[in-house]
Nanobody, 120 residues
Framework: QVKLVESGGGLVQPGGSLRLSCEAS????????MGWYRQFPGDQRELVAR???????SYDGSVEGRFTISRDNAKNTVYLQMNNLKPEDTAVYYC??????????????WGLGTQVTVSS
């Protein structure tokens, strides 16, 4: 089982920065990758950034160069540093963990989401 606790969302002006954090409490679960998704009103969730256990990172093109994903493997915590935020970044951001359960089955877990609002 995995429990995810997100923090760091809020209201920021355009051009500002926020840092999201997500701590995973795991039991009988082997993490493959951790990441952040976001969901705009009326839309499906979309990948923002993802980082694998070995450190390989991937980003959506709309955030590349502005957002940085990092991870503390010892703490099972993933961070998303968001710089030069734009109004179109306004969304609910969700933490995601992907890995193998105790029976070797591939599983993924989601956080409850944190609101990021970019507005003047």
């Amino acid at each position: 089982q995995v429990k995810l606790v997100e923090s760091g969302g809020g209201l920021v002006q355009p051009g500002g920065s926020l840092r999201l954090s997500c701590e995973a409490s795991v039991n009988a679960f082997s993490i493959i990758a951790m990441g952040w998704y976001r969901q705009f009103p009326g839309d499906q969730r979309e990948l923002v950034a993802r980082i694998h256990q070995g450190g390989t990172r991937s980003y959506d093109g709309s955030v590349e160069g502005r957002f940085t994903i990092s991870r503390d493997n010892a703490k099972n915590t993933v961070y998303l540093q968001m710089n030069n935020l734009k109004p179109e970044d306004t969304a609910v951001y969700y933490c995601n963990v992907d890995g193998y359960g105790a029976m070797g089955d591939r599983l993924e877990y989601w956080g409850l989401g944190t609101q990021v609002t970019v507005s003047s």
